[in-house]
C-alpha cells in the first residue's frame, strides 16, 4: 500500500497532530484515509484523527506520521498523493489520485473506472 504526503502535508498534519493529542494517546494517533460512496463524481475522499486500529487496517508510516486506510478503500487509493496548498482562493489538503478517471471540480470527490457508484451533487 503506498500513500504518500508531500512535504507540506507532512508538516500540517503533524502539526496537527500534536495540537490535538493528549498524553493519554498522544503516541498512538494518527489519520483515518479512507473512500465513501458520495460526491457528485461518486466517490468521496475522508481523512479524520484516530487512535484505532480495525482488523482490516492497512498501516503506512511517513515522516512519524501513521495513516490508516481500511482495505476496501486501499485499491482505490493505492499511489495516491496528499498535499496540503494555501492560497488566496483555495486552502486544505488536495489528493492527486492515479486511480481517478475523473474529479469534481471541488477536489474532494473522484470517478474511478467501472467500479465508481452513480454521483451525487456536492454538498
Known sequence: ????LTEKA??????FLQETA???????KGIRVSVKDGGCNGYEYAMNIT???SDDDLVVQQD????YVD????PLLQGMVIDFIEGMMESGFK?????ATDTCGCGK????GDCTPDGVPCK
Open 1 to 4: 500500500m503506498t500513500i504518500s
Open 71 to 74: 482495505a476496501k478503500s486501499a
Open 10 to 15: 507532512a508538516q500540517r498534519l503533524s502539526s
Open 109 to 112: 470527490s473522484f470517478q474511478a
Open 95 to 99: 489528493f492527486t489520485n492515479p486511480n
Open 64 to 67: 512519524d506520521i501513521t495513516i
Open 51 to 53: 487512535s484505532k486500529l
Open 22 to 28: 493528549t498524553d493519554k494517546n498522544q503516541k498512538a
